[in-house]
């Protein structure tokens, strides 16, 4: 069974900066591609950022210039810069592992990422 692990998150002030991660321990596959979403207490999840097989990649407006999504091998990330309060939720990973021809979507199970001062 594929687990999918996300780090990085944490407690920032605003106007920080974090990274995080995501990514299958001890799975030998190689990522296809991954989506960041994130929910806010009382909100529904939303989706933040995608990256593609080919590096392509997309963000929601709200984090545009902000947030960068990269990836290598195995490990899809997340570089957030000038944190805002709002930022403040759980952050998931939806990863993409080749499987076969397939490129097959796990979630994990979150990281708590807090902007405060």
């Known amino acids: 069974q594929v687990r999918v692990k996300e780090s990085g998150g944490g407690l920032v002030q605003p106007g920080g900066s974090l990274r995080l991660s995501c990514t299958a321990p001890g799975f030998t596959s190689n990522t296809c591609g991954a989506d960041w979403y994130r929910q806010a207490a009382g909100k529904q999840r939303e989706w933040v950022s995608s990256?593609?097989?080919?590096?392509n990649t997309g963000y929601t407006d709200s984090v545009k210039g902000r947030f960068t999504i990269s990836k290598d091998k195995d490990t899809v990330y997340l570089q957030m810069s000038s944190l805002k309060p709002e930022d403040t939720a759980m952050y998931s990973c939806k990863l993409g592992l080749d499987i076969g021809r397939a490129c097959v979507k796990y979630w994990g199970q979150g990281t708590q990422v807090t902007v405060s001062s």
């Open positions: 990256i593609s097989t080919d590096d």
